[in-house]
Antibody
Framework: EVQLVESGGGLVKPGGSLRLSCAAS????????MHWVRQAPGKGLEWVSF????????YYADSVKGRFTVSRDKVKKSLYLQMNSLKAEDTAVYYC???????????WGQGTLVTVSS | EIVLTQSPGTLSLSPGERATLSCRAS???????LAWYQQKPGQAPSLVFS???GRATGIPDRFSGSGSGTDFTLTISRLEPEDSAMYYC?????????FGQGTKVEIK
């Protein structure tokens, strides 16, 4: 069974940093691309970042480019999102998801809440 | 950047009725790159249908997707109470993944 479990969310002040983690199991992690997708309270879904299976290709939404860094660890079978210079508008539930080809997201974690507030 | 517009915003129907959810893209997209997700309150989204791989695992055959070019549709042929949820369409294009704003399906 595919499982994605996010952690690392919490309350952080504007300008602060946070590192999210996503532990993957139930599939060959090294063979799949991975994404971060977020959802602000009461709002829709917003794609945040993509990392290919080999980490050769990395893309970011314009809203986070230059502030967020995605990475993965093949040994730990984990995905990470380093978030710096956080803003109030980054407040959201952050979901880790598995990529199907370049097309869509076929499995999702339960999400971790990030709140940016003074 | 492709913009996806979903309609209607809310669909209120009775059990057994047919639900038709629309997703319109601002430019032509490949149906292989169009997908639909279901999200129930307090839960993560889950894949319902994709052009690339059809109905997702465990999704009943009353759910179907269709469309081409700029107009795509998710159809729920006979609504069940458990189909009450928010539904999002999503497209991939040029290293960007974009979601529509969602359609809320309510069961009367």
């Amino acid at each position: 069974e595919v499982q994605l479990v996010e952690s690392g969310g919490g309350l952080v002040k504007p300008g602060g940093s946070l590192r999210l983690s996503c532990a993957a199991s139930g599939f060959t992690f090294n063979s799949y691309s991975m994404h971060w997708v977020r959802q602000a309270p009461g709002k829709g879904l917003e794609w945040v970042s993509f990392i290919s299976s080999s980490s050769n290709y990395i893309y970011y939404a314009d809203s986070v480019k230059g502030r967020f860094t995605v990475s993965r660890d093949k040994v730990k079978k984990s995905l990470y999102l380093q978030m710096n210079s956080l803003k109030a508008e980054d407040t959201a539930v952050y979901y880790c998801s598995r990529g199907y080809s370049r097309s869509h997201f076929d499995y999702w974690g339960q999400g971790t809440l990030v709140t940016v507030s003074s | 950047e492709i913009v996806l517009t979903q309609s209607p915003g809310t669909l209120s129907l009775s059990p057994g009725e047919r639900a038709t959810l629309s997703c319109r893209a601002s430019q032509t997209v490949s149906s292989d790159y169009l997908a639909w997700y279901q999200q129930k309150p307090g839960q993560a989204p889950s894949l319902v249908f994709s052009g690339a791989s059809g109905r997702a695992t465990g999704i009943p055959d009353r759910f179907s997707g269709s469309g081409s070019g700029t107009d795509f549709t998710l159809t729920i042929s006979r609504l069940e109470p458990e189909d009450s949820a928010m539904y999002y369409c999503q497209v991939y294009s040029t290293s960007r993944w974009t979601f529509g704003q969602g359609t809320k399906v309510e069961i009367k």
